[in-house]
């Protein structure tokens, strides 16, 4: 895995002050709702594939945020649990998460500037569900996530440049 793709910071510990059912709508969302880490993990392996023939280190470095996502997705699952919930995968709507949520963009331009879009919303979402959530301890695993999540923002924008993609 590609270190540059997560912050030099410690995560906090995955805990809750007090369990509360409340939050689980929040949470499942960003488990496994529409604009999900599910849905991240799944789409940065779909582009890695495809991207992998022509554009190797773009590949490698979308496989190296996708292991990243994938450590926010168990650290979610966890407070889920610690929240009274299971951690299945359907967003806080009790919509199942389904493969039509995944973009299936097979040129480098068009996959990128979307992943970007997605990093660009998902530091938002976490953000605000930081806001939302009335636990510490919660928020700060949240909030850690979120500085991940601009990291990826970042990596992103520099590759969109480098690959002389069109600015959105």
Not at 73 to 101: H, K, Y
Request: hydrophobic letters at 40%; proline letters at 5%; aromatic letters at 8%.
């Amino acid at each position: 895995m590609d270190k540059r793709c997560q912050c030099d910071l410690p995560y906090p510990p995955v805990e809750v002050t007090c369990p509360n059912p409340a939050f689980l709508p929040i949470l499942r969302d960003l488990y496994a709702g529409r604009r999900s880490e599910l849905g991240a993990i799944t789409q940065y392996c779909y582009q890695s594939f495809v991207l992998s023939e022509s554009q190797e280190k773009i590949a490698k470095l979308l496989r190296s945020i996708a292991i990243v996502e994938m450590h926010h997705l168990e650290m979610l699952g966890r407070l889920i649990c610690l929240c009274g919930g299971t951690p299945d995968f359907a967003g806080g709507r009790r919509q199942w998460w389904n493969g039509s949520f995944v973009s299936y963009r097979k040129d480098l331009c068009g996959a990128l500037l979307l992943s970007l879009s997605d990093e660009v919303a998902a530091v938002d979402a976490y953000q605000k569900a930081a806001c939302r959530i009335q636990d510490p301890k919660i928020q700060a695993v949240l909030r850690r996530i979120a500085m991940d999540e601009a990291l990826h923002v970042q990596l992103l924008r520099e590759e969109i440049t480098g690959c002389g993609c069109p600015r959105h």
